[in-house]
């Protein structure tokens, strides 16, 4: 199972456990030499351990998307409106953490323009200004 871990600013770890819940991939992103010294050296190398682990620091922890396919954020992002081959182009251009943070986001989204009564921007758009780096909360 794969899981992308972030905290509270643009940094993520990337972890991918096996069968047998052992650690078997770490990827990093846009973090510090601190966090890589702290990631690395408190970081479960057992998967039954990271919840705790996220607590206990404060850390956001997300299960990620198998299928990062186009046609299945085309379906996750649910509004089909604009031009979707150009939107399938942005896609391709993501590289495979940013497709998995993208579907992260996505019902994050979904909720806050749902929350604020706001029209949903077109999948195109969304891509294009990368928005889901944007943090959604709700009051």
């Given at each position: 199972m794969r899981y992308i871990i972030t905290g509270k600013t643009n940094a993520s770890v990337v972890l991918e456990f096996?069968?047998?819940?052992l650690l078997r991939f770490i990827e990093f992103k846009e973090n510090t030499l601190k966090q890589l010294n702290f990631m690395l050296s408190n970081l479960p190398a057992m998967e039954s351990e990271l919840e705790s682990f996220v607590v206990l620091h404060k850390l956001?922890?997300?299960r990620v998307q198998q299928d990062l396919s186009f046609e299945s954020f085309?379906?996750?992002y649910k509004y089909k409106v604009g031009k979707k081959a150009r939107t399938e182009r942005l896609w391709n251009s993501l590289d495979k953490l940013e497709r998995e943070l993208v579907f992260i986001a996505i019902?994050?989204?979904h909720r806050f323009i749902s929350?604020?009564?706001?029209e949903s921007a077109y999948a195109e758009t969304w891509l294009n200004?990368?928005?889901w780096e944007n943090e959604y909360?709700?009051?």
């Open positions: 096996d069968e047998n819940e956001k922890l997300n085309w379906n996750a019902p994050k989204y929350s604020k009564n706001q200004n990368r928005m909360h709700l009051k």
